[in-house]
Structures are given as C-alpha cells and as structure tokens.
C-alpha cells in the first residue's frame, strides 16, 4: 500500500513540474496575438519565411502619391533576398522576392522534371530544361523597380524582382 501511494505521489509530482514548466516557458508578449501568416520557402537546405506573394502585391500602392510608394519599396527591401541565384521547383521560385541591381544577371536553377517557362517584364522570355539552369539578364528598359515573375501559365506572379541602380 505504501509503495502504491509513493508512485501516485511521484506521479503526481512530475505533473506539477510539466505543468509548471510550460506555465513559466510560455511568451507572454505574443500569447494572445494571431500569428502572421507566412510560407516557407527552402533555399539552400533552410527554410525562409516570407509573406504569402499576394499579400506582399496587395500592398502595392498603385496610382498613390510618391511617399506611398517610396514606402512600399523599403517594404520590399526588408523582404527581398540579394542573391546571384534562385531556384525553381514546381514553379515556385525560390527566394520569392529577390534584389539585384540592373544590368546584372539571375542564374535561375529548374529542380525539377519539368521544363518551365518564366517570364519576366515585356520581352523576357526563357525556357529552362529540366535539371539545368539559365541566366536571366536583368536589362529592363524601365531600368530599375520592381518586376513580377510569371512561370509557364501561371496567371499569377511566382515571384518578384526588386531592381537596384
């Protein structure tokens, strides 16, 4: 009898220290918030979190005054990843806000079985074969801003170009 009232004691014990525990661990400051909504994109074997892409699109402020505008560019100079490369599988690119400045080139690596076809601004077209790569040359006649990324048939942005002087 005395050893079964030590095991519910024991038992008993290690409930409160859990229950203890996750009270003490638990973030106050965000406790009662709602998480912000992100996805997660793989590069390089880690995972980014970035914004869904119609919601950083949504922000844009088109025919707003300058400051507006100015506004959403630093907006997407938090978000945007300064890179030489990116990926795509699925036609999902990866990172999905990139930065490079005009004139230079974006290697574009497919990952997957399927050749996609990835448009970006009026007369860039590439086609990357399965498994290979390319390089987009970032020349807009615009100069710099910012440029969405269409893959194959895809109707909506796969992703977004960020173009420095």
Request: include cysteine; hydrophobic fraction near 35%.
């Amino acid at each position: 009898m005395k050893k079964y009232a030590s095991g519910k004691f024991i038992i008993f014990f290690v409930l409160a220290l859990v229950l203890v525990g996750h009270f003490f661990s638990r973030d106050k400051i965000t406790h009662n918030t709602q998480p912000i909504k992100t996805t997660e994109v793989a590069t390089n074997n880690k995972y980014e979190q970035f914004p869904p892409l119609s919601e950083i699109l949504a922000k844009y402020p088109k025919d707003a005054p300058e400051s507006e505008r100015a506004a959403y560019r630093k907006y997407l100079q938090k978000l945007a990843k300064k890179t030489k490369q990116a990926s795509i599988t699925g036609c999902r690119l990866s990172p999905s806000v990139v930065t490079a400045s005009s004139s230079s080139n974006l290697l574009v690596v497919n990952e997957d079985s399927t050749a996609h076809t990835i448009l970006t601004g009026s007369n860039h077209k590439e086609i990357i074969e399965p498994y290979s790569s390319t390089a987009l040359k970032l020349d807009f006649s615009k100069g710099y801003g910012i440029y969405t990324v269409f893959c194959d048939e895809n109707t909506l942005p796969v992703g977004i170009l960020y173009i420095t002087p």
